[in-house]
Nanobody, 118 residues
Framework: VQLQASGGGLVQPGGSLRLSCVASGNIFSINVMGWYRQAPGKQRELVAV???????SYADYLKGRFTISRDHAKNTVSLQMNSLKPEDTAVYYC?????????????WGQGTQVTVSS
């Protein structure tokens, strides 16, 4: 099983970016998908998660600026990030709780850099 993230880059404050992450491999089902981020010198923190039924949860500090969505048919999770701030600069990682034939466990993507700077 692999998670491949894409969509990061350099954006000016107030701008937008859309991150995507696709899961591939011998997947039986995906229970939860989400995004985390890690800024330099800081611990990895939760950004947003979405569960099978469509319920979502966001970090309090986002205040409605980000939206997580999922395409079940394509095993993809996306993160639309609007009104970006310099403090959003971080490596963003996708995460998924995936069931295979032999196990159910969490998988991490490789991370994609988001830099918010003028």
């Amino acid at each position: 099983v692999q998670l491949q993230a894409s969509g990061g880059g350099l954006v000016q404050p107030g701008g937008s970016l859309r991150l995507s992450c696709v899961a591939s491999g011998n997947i039986f089902s995906i229970n939860v998908m989400g995004w985390y981020r890690q800024a330099p010198g800081k611990q990895r923190e939760l950004v947003a998660v979405i569960v099978n039924g469509g319920s979502t949860s966001y970090a309090d500090y986002l205040k409605g600026r980000f939206t997580i969505s999922r395409d079940h048919a394509k095993n993809t999770v996306s993160l639309q990030m609007n009104s970006l701030k310099p403090e959003d600069t971080a490596v963003y990682y996708c995460n998924a709780l995936i069931r295979t034939e032999s196990t159910t466990r969490a998988y991490w993507g490789q991370g994609t850099q988001v830099t918010v700077s003028s």
